[in-house]
Structure formats: structure tokens, C-alpha cells
């Protein structure tokens, strides 16, 4: 009789803290498009810690499916490259998962697959080459994460929000990072980049406060805007093969029509010095914007065009170096309405007071026209 209590204890025990026997039961399928293997398309099962099995109904999992795992909410909508196709989260599952193993033989993470789950590890298998849009949004308990040495492309806003992550190494046969993917990873100090790596998409690490530095890889030929925005970089090393540092992607653009006059309102990142490597043609608007620890910067030869505001702001910058082979420079201005009907100038290193006589000179000899 006490054997038989005990055991009803132990029973009721484990249903309050909601262990339950895993089945094939637990997971909808369906067929991939050519039927050689399962897609995993929603999660009825009542586990927290899942084991998703190798196999279902004797099918091999390939696909985790859109939404599979949501927890629900909203994201929206976004058109770009192949891999960052729409997608919208509604309702998704009701069961919060901590950690989740995915078996070796699965192929794609599908969008939103993990959308707001309290994960607090995942465990992804070499076999994945493709995680897709928001397919860890808003898993704020993830502190680690692993991306296979077979992805070759990570969607849009795959691990936005993701706050308690602090390393991750991107690996050679990523290509391609979607925008916003580390979007307010505010934990996030340690970012690996390997070569082969070719674009980064805008805003991909916006308001990663405790990344202090970062190296890019030669192989990358193009950033997207406001891609370190209000970052914590105070060190970068620019790739070899960038031709063009995008619009914002050093600053914090607070007001997007420019009609903000205090600089001391701008939440600019910390960088101390930056050499701009030869290759690089132009230097997008307001991209060091704000950059109030900014005290030098090299200019390549190969410079053709600065956009208005690039350094706008720039308070204590005093070195600006000119190749002697550059001997003309585009600079660019903007205009803006204030409170009259007057457009106003604004020159790309207007708020720079201390820039030194002879990089004024210098700047002056190949046509900068505006003020400091």
C-alpha cells in the first residue's frame, strides 16, 4: 500500500512540473516537397526539454517547418533576397520550450520555427544549411548558439532580440547574413567572422551595446545601413574588399529627416580611430555620425564621394589624412527644412571644432567648401 502511494506521489509530482512521455504524436508532419522525408509543421506535445526524433511514422525529419514552434505574436513583413521571402507569425504553439535538440539528417530551419520561445539552449546539427527569418526572434534566455559549418545564409532578424547570447562565430560557408539578425543583442560582446563571408545585411547588429570589436573578413563586399548602428564598437578593422561604407553604419540615426540640431543628442559609438581601406570609393551619409570618441581617420586614394554628414558631429576628431594622390573628393551635402521655408547646408564635417589647421588645409585644397 505505501509502494503504491509513493508511486502516485512520484506520478502527480512529475505532472506538476509538466514531464510527460515524448511520441511521434506530439509532432504534425507532413511530406518535404520531393517525399523523401518529413517537415515537422507544429507541436502539440507538452515536454519543455524536446528531442525531436530522427524519424516519424518512418520517414527521416528534413524541415522544420514555418512557425512549427512559435510561440506566436507578430513580425513584419520584408521582401529582399531569395532566403528573406515574406513570411508573417501568428498563433504558433503553446507550449514554452527551454531547450530543444534538433537530430542530425534536418535540412532547414524554417521562419519563425522558434519565434519567442524561452530557449535556453538549442542544439543544431551539421546537416542544416539554411536557418530562416526570424527563426529565434525573441528568444531573450539563449546564451549560446551554434551555426554549422553547412549554412551558407542566415535570414532576416533570425536571432533579433536574442539578449542573454554572447558569442557567435559565423563560418566560412555562411555568404550571406540577413538584415537585422542580431538586431538588440545587447549581450552579444564576441562576433566571429570568417573569410567567405560577402554581405552583411542593414542593421544586422544595431544595438549590440557590448560589442567592442570587430574584424570584417576581406571577402565581404558589402554592409548595409546602420549595420553597427548604437553598437559598442571601439575598434574595427575594415575588410580589404569594401568599396563603399554605408549610409549610418557607425551612428545612431535618431531623426530620419535630419531635423535634429543637438549632436548632443545623438547616441554615437565609441570608436577611437578608423583607417578606411584602398578600394573603398565612397562613404555613405551620417556613416560616423556622432562618433564623439573619434579622433582620426585615414582617407584612401581610392576615394571618390563623401556623403553629407558622414562625420558630422565628430567633436573631438582632430586628424583627417589625405593621400597625396587623392586630389579631388566629392562632398556631398544635405538639405533639410527647419523651422522656415529655408533649405540649409550641411557640411560633412560640420560639429568637428578641433580638426587641426593642416587637415583643414587638406580639405580645404580638394574642395571641401563647408565649415567645421
Known sequence: MKKNVALAMVFLALMAVGVYAQSESDFNVDLTKDGTGVVITGYTGKQAAVTIPAKIQGYPVKEIG????????????????????????????????????IPAGVERIGGGAFFRQPLT???????????????????????????????????WRAFQGCSSLTTITIP???????????????????????????????EAFNGCSALKTVKLPNSLTKLGSSVFSDSGLNSVTLGTGLTEIPANAFSYQKDPYGNDEDDNNY????????????????????????????????????????EADAFRGCSV????????????????????????DEPSLIGVFAGCPKILLASRAALKKIGYGHGF
Do not use: H
Request: aromatic share 6%; glycine share 8%.
Open 172 to 202: 566560412a560557408s555562411v555568404t550571406s547574413i540577413g538584415d537585422r539578425v542580431f538586431l538588440n543583442c545587447s549581450k552579444l560582446a564576441t562576433v566571429n567572422f570568417s573569410e567567405g563571408l560577402v554581405e552583411i545585411g542593414s
Open 267 to 306: 547616441s554615437g559609438i565609441p570608436i577611437k580611430t578608423i583607417i578606411i581601406p584602398e578600394g573603398v570609393t565612397k562613404i555613405g551619409q551620417s556613416a560616423f555620425r556622432s562618433c564623439k570618441e573619434l579622433t582620426a581617420v585615414t582617407l584612401p586614394s581610392t576615394l571618390q564621394s563623401i
Open 121 to 155: 539552449s538549442v542544439n543544431i546539427p551539421t546537416s542544416v544549411t539554411f536557418i530562416g527569418n526570424a527563426a529565434f526572434t525573441g528568444c531573450s534566455s539563449l546564451a549560446a548558439v551554434n551555426i554549422p559549418a553547412n549554412v551558407t545564409a542566415v535570414g
Open 66 to 101: 514555418a512557425e512549427a514552434f512559435s510561440l506566436g505574436g507578430e513580425i513584419s513583413r520584408a521582401t529582399s533576397r531569395e532566403y528573406n521571402a515574406p513570411i508573417e507569425i501568428d498563433a504558433g504553439a503553446s507550449t514554452r520550450l527551454t531547450s530543444v535538440t
Open 317 to 340: 576628431l582632430t586628424t583627417v589624412t589625405i593621400p597625396d594622390t587623392l586630389t579631388s573628393v566629392k562632398f556631398g551635402s544635405s538639405v533639410y527644412w527647419g523651422m522656415s
